[in-house]
């Protein structure tokens, strides 16, 4: 049984669009006996009441007078990428909680300096890495570690960004400007691959090249051209720690084929996950495998028992398990939820890509 309900502050929260709206919200609605929202400061006091009259909750003047507040047990971080070390940094000084959407700093220094000060503050500092939570990621662990495909020789990763092609709406245009920090490979491909390293362990080594096919970006909204300066195309080759070969190629926009492809080659089977999306965090995973004398691969999702009482979208329910671990964690002085200290490590891959192609330009 739990010991409390915890109040959540938001900052960045409109009532009926964005991220925070469409999965945290719900998610946090599923696990009302756990938690409550109950303020929100935005980028104005004007923004911050609109949302708090529609979602009857109160509104804070600034994002200092919510993390400042009494009534507020965990403050949630959900705006654009470059506010996210001003904003979580005033969180962790307030000693609050804090609840930070992936990528949780404009690079890795940015990283660093949170886990660091979260570390220093004894609070509680989760990241929102939330295919790692996902029921279908979970029951491939437990596949890898039981041995259906033996020894693990390979793994295999294709996907669609969705996004950083040639076209884009205003609201998305941020995503095309690497100095944003909010890139295809920031995004998307880390995400899955925080899920990638969930089931088959840590990456050693990635070795990444980059390449763009659109110079500019098309913003269909407002009629402007921008320049782009986010890659469209990722190719990468490396090694997980236990010496593993890795491939992954991700690309912008959507294939009318395959978006999302992880193979995992081993020595006696091998499962294939599949998604509508590049995105791992936020589609609806399948599994396939075969092993052995099979001779085609069969279906290997989980159970229908392992999604009971859970939401019924992937991405709301993949978010409402990181709270639930945060939960547990601030119950019982653990830390099993997606940490800044993970989140440091998960940058340090996105840094590796990065540097080592920069290297080849």
């Not at 096919?213 to 090694?239: C, H, L, W, Y």
Request: aromatic share 4%; charged share 20%; net charge negative.
């Amino acid at each position: 049984m739990t010991s409390k309900q915890y109040r959540i502050g938001f900052i960045g929260l409109n009532p009926d669009s964005h991220w925070a709206a469409t999965a945290h919200v719900p998610a946090l609605k599923s696990l009302s006996d756990r938690f409550s929202i109950d303020g929100v400061a935005n980028s104005t006091p004007e923004s911050a009441k609109r949302t708090a009259d529609a979602l009857g909750i109160q509104a804070y003047d600034s994002a200092g007078a919510l993390c400042a507040s009494p009534d507020i047990d965990i403050v949630v971080v959900t705006v654009k990428v470059p506010h996210h070390l001003e904003l979580v940094t005033t969180a962790l000084n307030a000693g609050k909680n804090v609840y930070c959407e992936w990528p949780l700093g404009n690079g890795i220094d940015e990283a660093r300096q949170l886990a660091a000060l979260a570390a220093e503050k004894g609070v509680v500092a989760v990241c929102g890495t939330q295919a790692r939570m996902a029921v279908e990621v979970a029951h491939l662990r437990g596949l890898v570690m039981d041995g259906f495909v033996g020894k693990v020789l390979s793994t295999t990763l294709v996907g669609s960004g969705g996004n950083w092609s040639g076209e884009t709406v205003a609201d998305l245009a941020y995503l095309f400007d690497a100095a944003n920090g909010a890139t295809m490979q920031s995004i998307p491909l880390a995400h899955t691959l925080a899920a990638v390293g969930e089931v088959l362990g840590p990456i050693a080594r990635l070795d990444g090249q980059f390449a763009s096919n659109f110079k500019t970006v098309n913003v269909t909204d407002s009629g402007e051209t921008r320049p782009k300066t986010a890659p469209d195309q990722i190719m990468a080759t490396g090694t997980l720690e236990s010496g593993a070969a890795l491939v992954v190629h991700y690309r912008g926009g959507s294939s009318r084929g395959t978006n999302l492809l992880w193979e995992i080659n081993g020595s006696e089977g091998d499962i294939q996950v599949t998604g509508t999306s590049g995105h791992g965090q936020m589609t609806q995973l399948s599994l396939r495998g075969a092993r052995g004398s099979d001779r085609e691969m069969a279906p290997l999702d989980p159970p229908a028992s392992a999604y009971e009482g859970l939401p019924d979208s992937a991405l709301v329910r993949n978010v409402a398990g990181v709270y639930a671990r945060m939960a547990d964690d601030l119950d019982n002085g653990t830390r099993t939820a997606p940490s800044f200290a993970d989140a440091v490590r998960l940058h340090e891959v996105v840094d590796m890509l990065e540097q080592t192609a920069k290297a080849k330009s």
